[in-house]
């Protein structure tokens, strides 16, 4: 919870406990179907009747499922909040799954593959996320039109009766609130939710190698990714602050190389991503067929030259971008309660904007490159998209 | 709220400063709103501002594109720009301390260079932009939609323009483009958030008071209804993505608001009628219908996006439902809901000093006018039925131009 007296909002994140990693072998996309069919009636409400309400209050929603949760949130005028928290209790602890409407949910899901597709962004990161982590970590939340055509009322009875449990289940309260008043609120909603989760996670290596998915599209899409730390590790602030050297900002390395400098395309980016115990690198771009190949040789090399280290320069200028970032967090309760349950699930506890500028002061190029030297870029897995495979060989030969 | 303070001033050069000043604020938003966009252009340059848009970033006498790229990261900001249809937006979101700074950056490069050879590379990145929006859904049926709409209206044409417009485009047109639409009084500043106005107002007189101003004219007719069905095969897609046009309220029309009320009950992403009849049962991926409001003339644009083999069914569900709300028009429960929808996220939105600025900058655009947040709110809960009513009279959803782009050919009455 955090108190942000200066707003007229409030937020909330609810993470259940039902991601697509605890997807049956067999199923993949039961989480992504079951948060689909929970949002058909719950407690006294149909599913018509329940949405009126929130649009009542004037709730500003969403729900995803993720690799290790499906995520409720929703946004209100303060006064709300009581009641937009007592709306969230019936659709996790008392959904309907009304059998009769299981061939549109069905539907729904099915829709939803085809769409994906036709994304070939979307369809390019689903298959860098299968060779990011062990599975079940890298498995997308949709499944497959095999496993959609597969499921049975049952299975989606089965997954709320086993998932949508408080363990490892965060409730995160940002806004115009008072301690007291929502802790009550809490305790009056959610006070009598019970459950554990039975089974355990086994983890399985990923798919090795680089791949290419042949496809008649104007652009190539260009996936690198190779391991790094999780949010939890001690660097990992070092290890972010050079991909933010890396990527952040329009005097970015790979903004200023590949686009500025040299025209090669119009979105390149790369990130950091982390779950709980694991941790990655991963960039892309997308690019016309002929200018691909020089497109990833730019990018590898603006990647491995991470490993000789960072400027100061360019730490100032990503200090104060992050500085911004933190700062204007304050204006969103939305944003806020989204951190703090991602915090609590990754860490186990919150980091405050204090803690987090500390942090950020803390962080110095020497510390960066320490850490850079120590550990260079490597072990890179090419993924591509296009019309045409690409030469992986500037991918190839880590230092050992 | 009471702190909060409307500051308006005219430069010298007759540039317009608008600014919503809140000192209680913990950043500043900046933008410069220049009206001009792709109804602009002539066919020959068409993609013109978009690609200027790119240019502004390109250097100026005094610092080079490295250097404007590395000052705005320096002092912090989030800054990006945009262009429309009639607009072209250049925008800092920074730390209070900032403000003067990101001011004196943002102004300096809205007076570029266009380096010949920076030239030659940025339009690389827009062909590359515009390959992009080639590969992704709808696939072009967008620009498609809006040219048979709006057939010769200057609305027509497409923003990004096409790789032929932009691959022969020369920086000479460029800019005489430039000269002849980025005069002082064809651009506004606007600012939300913790704003130091007068020490802005200073700044500028001293650093852009020298702009020309000089007459820039726009046509604005109204569009003319259309009805035209357009289908267009894509054999790599697996979905058939349906956009259509209606005609709707202008800009300056007053009943822009039960315009936007009929939206989100008629098409809104959740708890509307499209999506109880279509995406709640499976039918379409998805369906959404909004307005939007240009000079003069205005839309209703709806996309939806099905498996190939409904796309019959859904076109003619889509003139059902249409038919239905323009018969019997909408329930006093759907309105109700619509206007707590409207209301709480304008006041959700508001919380951000970067959205206040994008919303003061475009109503001052569109129709020289400042909103508090509260009186806004009132305009949407004083709309009623018979308001909506006569929204859909004047411009009835049911005459639309379709375009359905997907794996096969559509034959459709």
Redesign the interface.
């Given at each position: 919870m955090q108190q942000m007296p200066?707003?007229?909002?409030a937020a909330l994140s609810i993470l259940v406990p039902a991601g697509s990693q605890r997807d049956p072998a067999n199923l993949p996309g039961l989480a992504n179907f079951t948060a689909e069919m929970v949002q058909r009636g719950c407690g006294s409400y149909n599913?018509?009747e329940y949405?009126?309400q929130?649009?009542?209050?004037?709730?500003?929603?969403s729900a995803s499922v993720t690799n290790s949760h499906t995520r409720f949130s929703a946004?209100?005028?303060a006064d709300h909040l009581t009641d937009v928290l007592a709306l969230y209790k019936e659709l996790i602890c008392a959904p309907h799954l009304p059998e009769e409407q299981l061939?549109?949910?069905?539907?729904?899901?099915?829709?939803?593959l085809?769409?994906m597709?036709?994304?070939?962004a979307q369809k390019l990161l689903r298959e860098l996320r299968k060779r990011l982590y062990p599975d079940p970590y890298g498995r997308s939340s949709t499944g497959t039109l095999e496993s959609v055509q597969a499921m049975t009322h049952q299975d989606i009875v089965g997954h709320v009766t086993n998932y949508y449990v408080p363990e490892n289940a965060v409730i995160s309260i940002a806004g115009k609130i008072i301690f007291e008043d929502v802790i009550k609120a809490v305790e009056q909603s959610f006070g009598d939710w019970q459950g554990t989760i039975q089974t355990e996670l086994l983890e399985t290596s990923p798919p090795e190698g680089h791949h290419h998915i042949q496809?008649?599209?104007?652009?190539t899409q260009i996936g690198i990714v190779y391991p790094s730390i999780p949010y939890s590790h001690p660097d990992y602030f070092l290890a972010r602050s050079a991909i933010g050297v890396l990527s952040d900002?329009?005097?970015?390395r790979l903004?200023?190389e590949v686009?500025?400098?040299?025209?090669?395309?119009?979105?390149v980016y790369a990130m950091c991503h982390t779950i709980k115990n694991h941790g990655c690198v991963l960039a892309y771009a997308?690019?016309?067929t002929e200018?691909a190949q020089e497109t990833l040789d730019v990018m590898l090399a603006q990647i491995r030259r991470l490993g000789d280290g960072i400027f100061e320069?360019e730490l100032?200028?990503?200090k104060?971008?992050?500085?911004?970032?933190l700062?204007?967090q304050?204006?969103?309760?939305?944003s806020r309660s989204v951190s703090m349950a991602s915090d609590w699930h990754l860490l186990g506890r919150v980091r405050t904007l204090e803690e987090l500028s500390d942090l950020l002061d803390q962080v110095n190029t020497e510390a960066i490159n320490d850490y850079l030297s120590a550990n260079p870029p490597q072990q890179f897995k090419v993924i591509t998209l296009g019309q045409q495979a690409l030469d992986t060989s500037k991918a190839e030969g880590d230092k050992v | 709220m009471s702190v909060v303070e409307f500051r308006h001033h005219t430069l010298s050069n007759g540039l317009d400063v608008v600014a919503e000043c809140n000192p209680n604020a913990y950043s500043t938003g900046l933008a410069y709103f220049v009206k001009t966009g792709s109804r602009d252009e002539t066919p020959e340059i068409s993609g013109v501002s978009h690609f200027l848009e790119h240019m502004v970033f390109k250097g100026t006498p005094t610092r080079t594109a490295e250097q404007v790229n590395q000052q705005l990261d320096e002092i912090g900001s989030q800054s990006n720009a945009f262009t429309s249809e009639e607009q072209t937006v250049y925008y800092c979101a920074v730390l209070p301390e900032y403000q003067l700074d990101a001011l004196e950056l943002l102004s300096d490069i809205l007076r570029p260079l266009l380096r010949q050879e920076d030239f030659a590379t940025e339009k690389q990145v827009i062909l590359e932009e515009i390959a992009k929006y080639d590969d992704q859904p709808p696939f072009g049926a967008h620009e498609k939609a809006l040219a048979l709409h709006f057939q010769n209206h200057p609305l027509g044409k497409s923003v990004l323009g096409t790789r032929e417009t932009v691959g022969a485009l020369t920086s000479t047109q460029m800019l005489e483009y430039f000269n002849r639409r980025y005069s002082a009084g064809n651009i506004v500043l606007a600012m939300a958030g913790n704003v130091n106005f007068d020490a802005v107002i200073t700044q500028l007189e001293d650093q852009i008071g020298h702009w020309k101003n000089y007459d820039t004219q726009r046509d604005t007719p109204r569009a003319q209804p259309n009805s035209a069905f357009h289908s267009i095969e894509k054999a790599s897609a697996h979905q058939q993505y349906i956009i259509q046009i209606s005609n709707g309220p202008a800009a300056e029309d007053n009943n822009r608001y039960a315009s936007r009320l009929l939206g989100l009950i008629f098409g809104d992403e959740s708890n509307s009628r499209l999506f109880w009849e279509m995406i709640d049962p499976g039918k379409a991926e998805y369906a959404v219908v909004e307005p939007s409001e240009y000079q003069g003339t205005g839309t209703f644009l709806s996309y939806l996006c099905c498996q190939p083999k409904n796309t019959e069914e859904i076109l003619d569900l889509y003139q059902t439902l249409a038919g239905d709300i323009q018969s019997n028009g909408v329930t006093d429960q759907e309105l109700e809901l619509a206007k707590n929808k409207v209301c709480s996220h304008i006041v959700l939105r508001a919380e951000r000093a970067a959205s206040r600025m994008f919303g003061i900058g475009n109503n001052w655009v569109q129709r020289g006018e400042y909103a508090t947040v509260q009186e806004s709110i009132q305009r949407f809960q004083s709309v009623t039925r018979q308001d909506i009513a006569e929204v859909l009279e004047k411009y009835p959803l049911t005459q639309c131009t379709s375009v359905a782009i997907g794996p096969t050919k559509i034959e459709h009455k």
């Open positions: 200066w707003l007229e909002s599913s018509r949405v009126d929130l649009d009542r209050l004037g709730a500003a929603r946004a209100v005028p061939e549109d949910s069905r539907m729904v899901a099915f829709q939803e085809l769409a597709e036709d994304d070939l496809h008649d599209s104007s652009q900002g329009m005097s970015s903004f200023t686009r500025e400098k040299r025209g090669l395309c119009y979105t997308g690019t016309t200018r320069d100032k200028r990503l104060a971008r992050i500085k911004t970032g700062i204007m304050q204006e969103s309760s939305s | -």
